[in-house]
């Protein structure tokens, strides 16, 4: 198989993120090289809808040699037969390469082609995931990312799909993975059928990326890519470690969040991977079967130190024969964070049965298991509600009350609630309580065991009892969210905001946060409040103008707003890319004649426009709307916009991404939007 020759580019630091967008409530413009899409034979299409999504014009190109500095700003297209003539010399450091494959033309990519790419990009033709690609591109080209968010949460958790099919587990993904942060494919667990009926020793490079793809259509979960050897529990065969730097390698260049690098593997092999890693981050793995492992010996700092040297989190798993090792495991876990305080972090556990303490203990991508998993990726794994149980026995977990407070249809809120707490095993009881007289959101803040809230309409930010806000709660004005940090007596609440996070994930759901940057929106609310989560949404993805109707901003988030005044102030204002509306529902319907002036015209149905207009060679011009009301109305906003060219949301989309992040901050535990789209039902929002 062909490799990829060592680049030299190095791989940018990057700043700490939130949600998966850089810079805390900044987005990142990330890689800002001219984008490349490589397309297969009547393919082009592709390259329209990846200029769309990242917001930019397109043109195709007859090669590499073609495109110049003039071409910033704009995606560019190249046939499959024209780039082997010149990928191989083109300028690197002015342009990225991504080779875009439909896998439904029944022949897997050009291997050369695929080896001299940046990425590449498998995809179905039908159906179509535009999410999925919107994910990719923005993730390999920095714009995005999970892994700073997740070392700083108290605890992270990985399930692993043991199939040897993973469409197999794709019905119950949505179920397997509550709880989890990221999702590992087992590829040396894969079972590639051969036409003679048996199947192959190593699945191939096509069936293994096949099987990336399926899995990452179906999941928002990053993917902790692994070859397990067969020395450490797997079957992936250990006798030419450069098929392990072919596999891992292309696991990158498929925008694979983690690479999973076993520590035997050459030191070559593990530096190479390190330095090209891109914006994927590498899992440094040791696995002991052999019962002799000590925790206390200089073996285990030594093993350790090894693994540092070419990995952003050190993994550390082991047989243990008696249950002091847990101890000391613990021990070894404490002198390495206060040794190591800027990291890498520790993913240590015990396996087997005598091990399960240690797997309760450890705070860093735990690996985990389900009882719908057909087998467990290794001994003594626990499925996360197991975990959350054991350390509620341990009182490490105290039982708490949390509270949704405020005008809710309290069943079905506390009911889901209440379902995705048992999914855990989390001891905490939920309630659904109406606001009553001043001072009762207080009242419940100065119960014993009060473990925080959800606040539904918003506080003011300015309460005494929340001594500490957010940057987001504090420039909005508004609490949604009651955190509790600490325990005992040196507890405190944090006032802060979820409503503008899932406001953001349903704007960067089928759009790169760069395609809004320096854009124009408009804003429809009636009242600065309802639309203050809104504007720091539009701000933290670096948007232009924002003009607005039915309201004057004030406050931290004025500048740069302009109201319209009259149809002529509408008529003089550049294309919107955004049009968010916060009126309320009897008066949503006074947002249709906005989207029809700023209409693209006829929508285009190729499969892959997800009933957008098309994009054009020009960029487009309108983009998204989001409708925000809630309750009967009377007409169909989203209906009018999806009919005049819109990628149209609605009040269930952004609620439901609110929950993920509303669970987050109560409870420290990732549920995925999928999970609440299907518990939720339509009685939920």
Request: aromatic share 10%; hydrophobic share 40%; glycine share 8%.
């Amino acid at each position: 198989m062909a490799t990829k020759q060592l680049q030299s580019m190095p791989t940018p630091a990057r700043p700490k993120s939130t949600n998966g967008v850089i810079n805390v409530t900044r987005a990142s413009t990330g890689d800002k090289r001219i984008v490349v899409i490589i397309y297969g034979q009547g393919q082009e299409k592709i390259v329209a809808v990846f200029a769309d999504v990242l917001g930019k014009p397109y043109r195709l190109a007859p090669s590499f040699q073609e495109v110049g500095e003039d071409d910033h700003g704009t995606v560019i297209g190249i046939a499959t037969n024209d780039a082997k003539r010149d990928i191989g010399a083109r300028n690197q450091t002015l342009m990225v390469a991504i080779n875009a494959h439909c896998v439904n033309l029944g022949m897997p990519p050009d291997v050369d082609l695929s080896a001299a790419s940046d990425y590449e990009f498998l995809y179905t033709e039908t159906p179509f995931f535009r999410r999925d690609l919107s994910r990719f591109i923005a993730f390999t080209l920095g714009q995005i990312s999970h892994h700073e968010a997740l070392i700083t949460k108290p605890r992270t958790y990985f399930i692993s799909t043991t199939f040897p099919d993973v469409r197999t587990a794709l019905s119950n993904l949505d179920i397997l993975s509550v709880g989890s942060d990221a999702v590992e494919i087992r590829v040396d667990l894969l079972k590639e059928p051969l036409p003679d009926g048996t199947y192959s020793a190593v699945p191939s490079m096509s069936y293994v990326g096949e099987q990336v793809m399926l899995l990452r259509q179906r999941t928002e979960l990053p993917i902790i890519f692994t070859t397990r050897c067969t020395r450490e529990n797997g079957r992936f065969p250990m006798d030419n470690p450069e098929l392990y730097y072919e596999y891992l390698y292309r696991a990158i260049q498929w925008g694979c969040e983690y690479i999973d690098v076993e520590v035997w593997l050459p030191e070559d092999i593990r530096r190479r991977l390190f330095e090209q890693r891109g914006n994927s981050r590498i899992i440094s793995a040791f696995h002991d079967f052999s019962g002799t492992f000590k925790w206390p010996s200089p073996q285990a700092q030594s093993i350790f130190d090894e693994s540092r040297k070419y990995g952003d989190i050190v993994k550390m798993i082991t047989i243990i024969n008696s249950m002091s090792e847990n101890y000391e495991l613990e021990y070894f876990r404490s002198q390495i964070k206060a040794n190591n305080p800027d990291g890498p972090p520790l993913s240590a556990v015990n396996m087997g049965q005598l091990g399960q303490l240690s797997r309760a203990l450890n705070t860093v991508f735990s690996p985990i298991t389900h009882p719908l998993l057909p087998i467990v990726a290794a001994p003594g794994q626990m499925s996360a509600a197991e975990i959350n149980g054991a350390l509620s026995t341990m009182g490490q977990l105290p039982k708490k009350n949390i509270y949704a407070i405020g005008s809710f249809r309290s069943t079905p809120q506390a009911t889901f609630f209440e379902k995705c707490f048992n999914e855990l095993g989390l001891p905490h009881n939920f309630q659904s309580v109406d606001r009553g007289v001043r001072g009762s959101v207080e009242a419940f803040c100065l119960q014993p065991n009060f473990g925080g809230a959800y606040i539904n309409p918003p506080l003011q930010a300015s309460q005494p009892y929340i001594p500490h806000l957010t940057d987001a709660a504090r420039t909005i004005g508004a609490v949604d969210t009651i955190v509790v940090r600490g325990d005992g007596a040196s507890s405190g609440f944090v006032g802060d905001n979820a409503t503008w996070k899932g406001i953001r994930a349903t704007l960067t759901r089928d759009f790169a946060p760069s395609a809004y940057k320096d854009r124009a929106a408009i804003i429809l609310s009636s009242n600065g409040e309802d639309a203050a989560t809104i504007i720091f949404a539009l701000r933290s993805l670096n948007i232009g103008k924002i003009y607005t109707v039915g309201f004057k901003a004030h406050g931290p988030l004025a500048a740069g707003i302009e109201p319209f005044t009259s149809i002529e102030s509408v008529q003089r204002v550049e294309h919107p890319f955004a049009i968010i509306s916060a009126l309320p529902p009897e008066k949503s319907h006074l947002v249709q004649p906005l989207l029809r002036h700023f209409s693209n015209g006829k929508t285009y149905q190729n499969g892959y426009g997800n009933g957008s207009a098309s994009p054009g060679r020009d960029g487009g011009k309108g983009k998204v709307f989001v409708d925000l009301a809630n309750g009967p109305r009377k007409s169909d906003p989203l209906a009018v916009a999806e009919q005049s060219g819109w990628t149209a949301y609605g009040v269930a989309d952004t609620s439901a991404f609110t929950t993920v992040e509303t669970l987050r901050l109560l409870v420290g535990q990732n549920v995925p939007y999928s999970f609440v789209r299907l518990a939720s039902g339509r009685g939920l929002y």
